[in-house]
C-alpha cells in the first residue's frame, strides 16, 4: 500500500462523478492518499470544460451515466490529451462502446483499497 | 422319381373354354357378367352374386338396370353407358351401383361389347373403401385448406432447404409475394436484408436438428414495415413415420411481443444500474458515519437509522417517474420519527411541489439529519421547541424555484456548540444539495434553534 501511496502523491485527478456521495468517498480515498483532485464535477459540459481549461491533470476517475448523458467526449479529450483514466461505473464492462472495452475499469459498488490500486497503476 | 398313375392331367390343362369358365367363376371380387343387346343378363359370375347379392337365377333373362341406383337409372345412364361402349369400345366409370338388399356401394366399372354384337360384357368392382379413404383425404385436405388459410399465422409448405412450393393466401396478402414470386427462395425477399444470412442458416441447421427455428424481420407490403416474426417450421412425416421430403411451416408476427422483451431487457439493465449506484450510496453512508462515529454502537444506530431514510426516498422513487412530492418527502420523513419526538411542535405547510428523483437521495438524506438533530438537541427534544418547515413555489423569468425553510424556535442552544460541528447533516446541506440539485442552502444557528433555508431551482 505505502508504495502504491507514493504512486499517485501529489497528482492531479480529475472526478467526474454525479452522485455527491460517492464523490466524496472518490475524494476521501484520493486525499488519504496524498493526491489533489479537481472538480468533482457532475456533468458532462462541466467536466469537458474542466478538461480544457485544466493546467494539470494527471489522471481521472470517470462515472459514465451523468444524469442522461455518457461521459465518453471526456474519455476522448482525456485521451487526446494522453491523459490516463479509469471508470468507475454502475454499468457492465460489455456496455461500454468498444473502443473503450479494455479500458481501466472498476464496478460500483467498488472497494476503496482496489480503486486506490486501480488509480495508482494509470 | 416317376408318376405313373398320374393321367394326362385334364385339370391342368382344360381346354381353353373351361379355362375361361375357371377364371371367370374364381374373379369372386370381380363382379362378372354379360348383357344382351337391349341390357338383359345372360351370365352372371360368382362374383357377381357375392359383390350384388343377386343369385345367377335371380338375375338370368332380367334387364341389368336393376344394379343402378335409382336415379341414374332415371337419368338413362344405364343405355348410355352401353351406347357409350359401342361407340368408343369400352366405357369406364366410377359410381354408386345398387345390391340386391338395396345398399349402396361405390363401383368401379367397364363395359365393353362382345366382337359377335350379341350384347356386353361388364366388370364391376367393389372399390367403397378406397372410395371413403379418397373423400377422407379430400376432407383432411379441405380441413387444412381452411386451417392454412384461416389462422393468423402466414403459411408454407417447403423443401428441407426452405425452397418453398406453396404459400398462404395470407403470406400473399402481408407479403404482396404472390406465389410464383415466393417460391424457391423467392420468399427471402420479403425479409429483411440483415436477417436473410440469418435464415438461410436457420434453414441448413434444420437439415440436422430436423426443425427449423428462427425470428426474423419480414416485411408488411401494406405499409413497408419490417415486422418481428418467429418462423417454426417442421418435416411431415408419412403414415411409416418417415419424412415425406415435404416441410410444413408458420410464421407467428411477435413484433409486440419483442417489443415488450426489449422493452424488459433495457428495464432489468436499469435496475441492475439503479442498484450498483444505490449500493455505492450506502456503501459512502457506511463509511461517512462510520468515521464520525465514536463507538460501533454508535455506528450500529446511525447507519441503520440512516439507512432507512435511505430506504423511504427509494420507496417514494420507485414509485415515480421523473419526480417526487415534496410534501410526501418531508412528511414521510416526520412520521418515521412520529414516536420518539413532539409532533403537535411541528408544523409543516406549504403548496403542491415535486423535486426532480434526481436529488431526492440527498434531499431525503439531509431532511433526515435535520429530523434527527431535532429530536436529538433541539425543538422536538425541549418542552418549549417548535419546529416549523415551510416552503413556496417561486416563479419570475420562466425560472421556478423551491424555496424550504427548515425553522426550530423556542431552543435553548447547548453552550458547547456541539451541533456546528461540521457533521453528516451538515455536508449534506451545505455540499450534497448545491452539487446534486444546483441547490443554494444556507444553515445558520441562531440563539433559539437553527435555521436552514434550500432553495431549489426546478428544471
Same mark, same amino acid.
Given at each position: 500500500?505505502?508504495?502504491?501511496?507514493?504512486?499517485?502523491?501529489?497528482?492531479?485527478?480529475?472526478?467526474?462523478?454525479?452522485?455527491?456521495?460517492?464523490?466524496?468517498?472518490?475524494?476521501? !480515498?484520493?486525499?488519504?492518499?496524498?493526491?489533489? !483532485?479537481?472538480?468533482?464535477?457532475?456533468?458532462?459540459?462541466?467536466?469537458?470544460?474542466?478538461?480544457?481549461?485544466?493546467?494539470?491533470?494527471?489522471?481521472?476517475?470517470?462515472?459514465?451515466?451523468?444524469?442522461?448523458?455518457?461521459?465518453?467526449?471526456?474519455?476522448?479529450?482525456?485521451?487526446?490529451?494522453? !491523459?490516463?483514466?479509469?471508470?468507475?461505473?454502475?454499468?457492465?464492462?460489455?456496455?461500454?462502446?468498444?473502443?473503450?472495452?479494455?479500458?481501466?475499469?472498476?464496478?460500483?459498488?467498488?472497494?476503496?483499497?482496489?480503486?486506490?490500486?486501480?488509480?495508482?497503476?494509470? | 422319381?416317376?408318376?405313373?398313375?398320374?393321367?394326362?392331367?385334364?385339370?391342368?390343362?382344360?381346354?381353353?373354354?373351361?379355362?375361361?369358365?375357371?377364371?371367370?367363376?374364381?374373379?369372386?371380387?370381380?363382379?362378372?357378367?354379360?348383357?344382351?343387346?337391349?341390357?338383359?343378363?345372360?351370365?352372371?359370375?360368382?362374383?357377381?352374386?357375392?359383390?350384388?347379392?343377386?343369385?345367377?337365377?335371380?338375375?338370368?333373362?332380367?334387364?341389368?338396370?336393376?344394379?343402378?341406383?335409382?336415379?341414374?337409372?332415371?337419368?338413362?345412364?344405364?343405355?348410355?353407358?352401353?351406347?357409350?361402349?359401342?361407340?368408343?369400345?369400352?366405357? #369406364?366409370?366410377?359410381?354408386?351401383?345398387?345390391?340386391?338388399?338395396?345398399?349402396?356401394?361405390?363401383?368401379?366399372?367397364?363395359?365393353?361389347?362382345?366382337?359377335?354384337?350379341?350384347?356386353?360384357?361388364?366388370?364391376?368392382?367393389?372399390?367403397?373403401?378406397?372410395?371413403?379413404?379418397?373423400?377422407?383425404?379430400?376432407?383432411?385436405?379441405?380441413?387444412?385448406?381452411?386451417?392454412?388459410?384461416?389462422?393468423?399465422? &402466414?403459411?408454407?409448405?417447403?423443401?428441407?432447404?426452405?425452397?418453398?412450393?406453396?404459400?398462404?393466401?395470407?403470406?400473399?396478402?402481408?407479403?404482396?409475394?404472390?406465389?410464383?414470386?415466393?417460391?424457391?427462395?423467392?420468399?427471402?425477399?420479403?425479409?429483411?436484408? #440483415?436477417?436473410?444470412?440469418?435464415?438461410?442458416?436457420?434453414?441448413?441447421?434444420?437439415?440436422?436438428?430436423? #426443425?427449423?427455428?428462427?425470428?426474423?424481420?419480414?416485411?408488411?407490403?401494406?405499409?413497408?414495415?419490417?415486422?418481428?416474426?418467429?418462423?417454426?417450421?417442421?418435416?411431415?412425416?408419412?403414415?411409416?413415420?418417415?419424412?415425406?421430403?415435404?416441410?410444413?411451416?408458420?410464421?407467428?408476427?411477435?413484433?409486440?411481443?419483442?417489443?415488450?422483451?426489449?422493452?424488459?431487457?433495457?428495464?432489468?439493465?436499469?435496475?441492475?444500474?439503479?442498484?450498483?449506484?444505490?449500493?455505492?450510496?450506502?456503501?459512502?453512508?457506511?463509511?461517512?458515519?462510520?468515521?464520525?462515529?465514536?463507538?460501533?454502537?454508535?455506528?450500529?444506530?446511525?447507519?441503520?437509522?440512516?439507512?432507512?431514510?435511505?430506504?423511504?426516498?427509494?420507496?417514494?422513487?420507485?414509485?415515480?417517474?421523473?419526480?417526487?412530492?415534496?410534501?410526501?418527502?418531508?412528511?414521510?420523513?416526520?412520521?418515521?420519527?412520529?414516536?420518539?419526538?413532539?409532533?403537535?411542535?411541528?408544523?409543516?405547510?406549504?403548496?403542491?411541489?415535486?423535486?426532480?428523483?434526481?436529488?431526492?437521495?440527498?434531499?431525503?438524506?439531509?431532511?433526515?439529519?435535520?429530523?434527527?438533530?431535532?429530536?436529538?438537541?433541539?425543538?422536538?427534544?425541549? #418542552?418549549?421547541?417548535?419546529?416549523?418547515?415551510?416552503?413556496?413555489?417561486?416563479?419570475?423569468?420562466?425560472?421556478?424555484?423551491?424555496? &424550504?425553510?427548515?425553522?426550530?424556535?423556542?431552543?435553548?442552544?447547548?453552550?458547547?456548540?456541539?451541533?456546528?460541528?461540521?457533521?453528516?447533516?451538515?455536508?449534506?446541506?451545505?455540499?450534497?444539495?448545491?452539487?446534486?440539485?444546483?441547490?443554494?442552502?444556507?444553515?445558520?444557528?441562531?440563539?433559539?434553534?437553527?435555521?436552514? &433555508?434550500?432553495?431549489?431551482?426546478?428544471?
Amino acid at each position: 500500500m505505502v508504495s502504491e501511496e507514493a504512486d499517485i502523491f501529489d497528482k492531479v485527478f480529475l472526478v467526474v462523478e454525479d452522485e455527491y456521495l460517492v464523490a466524496a468517498d472518490i475524494m476521501d !480515498v484520493l486525499g488519504r492518499a496524498g493526491a489533489d !483532485v479537481i472538480g468533482p464535477v457532475s456533468s458532462l459540459e462541466g467536466a469537458l470544460k474542466l478538461v480544457d481549461e485544466a493546467e494539470q491533470i494527471d489522471a481521472a476517475v470517470l462515472d459514465i451515466h451523468l444524469r442522461g448523458a455518457e461521459v465518453y467526449p471526456v474519455a476522448d479529450a482525456l485521451s487526446l490529451r494522453n !491523459v490516463p483514466f479509469a471508470f468507475l461505473t454502475a454499468y457492465d464492462r460489455g456496455d461500454l462502446p468498444e473502443r473503450f472495452r479494455q479500458a481501466p475499469f472498476l464496478q460500483k459498488p467498488a472497494d476503496p483499497d482496489e480503486l486506490l490500486q486501480l488509480l495508482s497503476r494509470l | 422319381m416317376t408318376a405313373p398313375d398320374m393321367p394326362q392331367s385334364s385339370l391342368l390343362a382344360p381346354k381353353s373354354d373351361d379355362l375361361l369358365r375357371v377364371v371367370f367363376e374364381s374373379a369372386v371380387d370381380f363382379a362378372i357378367f354379360s348383357l344382351d343387346p337391349q341390357g338383359r343378363v345372360t351370365s352372371w359370375n360368382t362374383g357377381a352374386e357375392r359383390v350384388l347379392g343377386f343369385t345367377e337365377a335371380d338375375i338370368l333373362g332380367q334387364s341389368g338396370d336393376i344394379i343402378f341406383i335409382e336415379e341414374d337409372r332415371k337419368a338413362g345412364v344405364p343405355a348410355l353407358e352401353r351406347a357409350d361402349a359401342r361407340a368408343h369400345g369400352r366405357a #369406364e366409370d366410377e359410381r354408386w351401383q345398387m345390391r340386391k338388399d338395396g345398399t349402396r356401394f361405390w363401383a368401379s366399372g367397364l363395359t365393353m361389347p362382345l366382337s359377335d354384337g350379341s350384347g356386353f360384357v361388364k366388370i364391376l368392382r367393389d372399390r367403397t373403401e378406397s372410395h371413403r379413404a379418397g373423400q377422407k383425404l379430400t376432407e383432411n385436405e379441405e380441413r387444412f385448406r381452411l386451417l392454412a388459410t384461416n389462422i393468423p399465422q &402466414l403459411v408454407f409448405r417447403c423443401l428441407a432447404d426452405g425452397s418453398r412450393t406453396w404459400g398462404s393466401p395470407q403470406w400473399v396478402d402481408y407479403s404482396g409475394l404472390d406465389q410464383p414470386q415466393s417460391l424457391g427462395l423467392g420468399w427471402l425477399n420479403a425479409v429483411h436484408p #440483415e436477417d436473410r444470412a440469418l435464415t438461410l442458416a436457420a434453414w441448413q441447421a434444420a437439415a440436422n436438428t430436423g #426443425e427449423c427455428y428462427v425470428e426474423h424481420r419480414v416485411r408488411r407490403a401494406s405499409d413497408d414495415a419490417y415486422r418481428w416474426h418467429q418462423t417454426r417450421a417442421l418435416p411431415v412425416l408419412t403414415a411409416f413415420g418417415e419424412p415425406s421430403g415435404d416441410w410444413i411451416g408458420t410464421m407467428t408476427d411477435i413484433h409486440e411481443l419483442r417489443a415488450l422483451k426489449d422493452r424488459q431487457d433495457v428495464l432489468v439493465a436499469e435496475l441492475q444500474h439503479r442498484t450498483r449506484n444505490l449500493l455505492a450510496v450506502v456503501q459512502s453512508v457506511a463509511s461517512q458515519t462510520l468515521r464520525s462515529s465514536a463507538s460501533m454502537e454508535s455506528f450500529g444506530a446511525e447507519f441503520s437509522s440512516r439507512l432507512r431514510a435511505l430506504s423511504r426516498v427509494q420507496g417514494l422513487v420507485a414509485r415515480a417517474a421523473e419526480t417526487i412530492s415534496l410534501r410526501d418527502l418531508i412528511e414521510g420523513e416526520l412520521r418515521a420519527h412520529g414516536a420518539a419526538s413532539r409532533m403537535e411542535a411541528v408544523q409543516a405547510e406549504g403548496p403542491p411541489v415535486t423535486v426532480p428523483t434526481l436529488g431526492a437521495q440527498a434531499l431525503g438524506l439531509a431532511l433526515h439529519e435535520l429530523a434527527t438533530n431535532a429530536i436529538k438537541y433541539g425543538a422536538l427534544s425541549q #418542552e418549549n421547541g417548535m419546529l416549523r418547515i415551510l416552503w413556496t413555489l417561486e416563479e419570475n423569468a420562466g425560472e421556478r424555484v423551491v424555496l &424550504l425553510e427548515w425553522r426550530e424556535e423556542g431552543v435553548s442552544m447547548p453552550a458547547d456548540g456541539a451541533p456546528r460541528r461540521k457533521g453528516y447533516g451538515r455536508e449534506l446541506i451545505e455540499r450534497a444539495l448545491p452539487y446534486q440539485l444546483n441547490a443554494k442552502t444556507d444553515l445558520q444557528f441562531l440563539d433559539d434553534g437553527i435555521r436552514c &433555508l434550500i432553495r431549489v431551482p426546478l428544471p
